[in-house]
């Protein structure tokens, strides 16, 4: 077949062409430091990198969860022994109350002190995180003990509140009120009763409910920090398991700026020795225009 030189042209042109663009594509890589700008770059390198982003936006998400459950229970653990502090001074009062030798404005001192407790615990058991009740179960919205009635009533319901942790793991993260302030209230209110009417047997009776209802306390707070820990392992082998998707992604879509330069400086000196061999081989105006 005869080569003509239009032939010789056209070939020139479409070859500087393509050595154009594999410049410009390396030269992209390096400026914007992506090894992949669009799919079709690399479609099963651009399927990798979403699948990697994808990763470590869900374990983002279950850090912030992480994060919300455990602010909830410092502050529930928080509230919770503010209350035991308080149970204790309602036991020191109804071991004075059970004296007999006290006096009627003694015991009308202890009942003042114990309504004033009682009411401290009620308010504690209403503490809130972010607008929303810590001790209602899943009615947040509405404060758990109503403080018009004595004992203050519960107006929280028994559903447990959940935050996903971790793939199809969950973690409960509040306490319910009736289940552990409730007995509490109606402690210190039998023991007000019973101080009130002077009736000893009464008083010793109401302080073994509030020793129970103690017990129920403490057992909550023990379980508190149970999930706490959890919360902590768990926050520690996601940050682990981020840190890791983070590095495969970089990898996958991150330009290697080392092996890019080198590519560059290739591309470059295959279009410089085309342009050459160019000039040699056309009509000499047209290589001076091709320079």
């Not at 030189?5 to 390396?26: F, I």
């Not at 998400?61 to 309602?90: F, K, P």
């Not at 009062?93 to 007999?100: F, H």
């Not at 279009?271 to 047209?286: C, F, M, N, S, V």
């Amino acid at each position: 077949m005869r080569v003509t030189h239009g032939m010789l042209v056209d070939t020139l042109l479409r070859n500087l062409s393509r050595n154009l663009h594999r410049m410009e594509r390396v030269h992209e890589q390096i400026t914007s430091a992506k090894r992949l700008s669009r799919p079709s770059d690399d479609p099963v390198g651009a399927a990798t990198v979403l699948k990697l982003q994808s990763a470590s936006a869900q374990i983002e998400q279950y850090l912030q969860n992480v994060e919300h459950a455990r602010a909830w229970l410092d502050l529930t653990d928080q509230a919770l022994a503010t209350i035991g502090s308080a149970v204790q001074r309602v036991r020191e009062l109804i071991v004075q109350a059970a004296n007999d030798t006290l006096s009627p404005a003694d015991r009308t001192a202890i009942w003042q002190e114990l309504t004033a407790l009682q009411h401290q615990i009620a308010t504690t058991g209403n503490s809130a995180h972010a607008g929303h009740y810590l001790f209602a179960g899943q009615r947040t919205q509405t404060p758990p003990f109503d403080m018009s009635s004595d004992p203050p009533a519960y107006q929280g319901d028994a559903g447990s509140l959940e935050r996903m942790i971790d793939n199809g793991v969950t973690i409960p993260v509040n306490v319910r009120g009736d289940v552990v302030i409730m007995p509490v209230l109606n402690a210190v209110k039998a023991a007000r009763d019973a101080v009130s009417l002077g009736d000893v047997a009464a008083i010793q009776t109401s302080l073994n409910q509030l020793d129970n209802a103690h017990g129920q306390l403490l057992a909550a707070q023990a379980d508190v920090g149970a999930r706490v820990n959890r919360l902590d392992a768990q926050r520690d082998r996601l940050l682990d398991a981020h840190t890791s998707t983070l590095r495969l992604l970089s990898e996958a879509h991150d330009t290697d700026m080392a092996e890019a330069v080198t590519r560059f400086a290739k591309e470059e000196l295959t279009y410089r020795a085309a342009l050459q061999a160019g000039a040699k081989a056309i009509q000499p105006t047209l290589a001076d225009y091709l320079r």
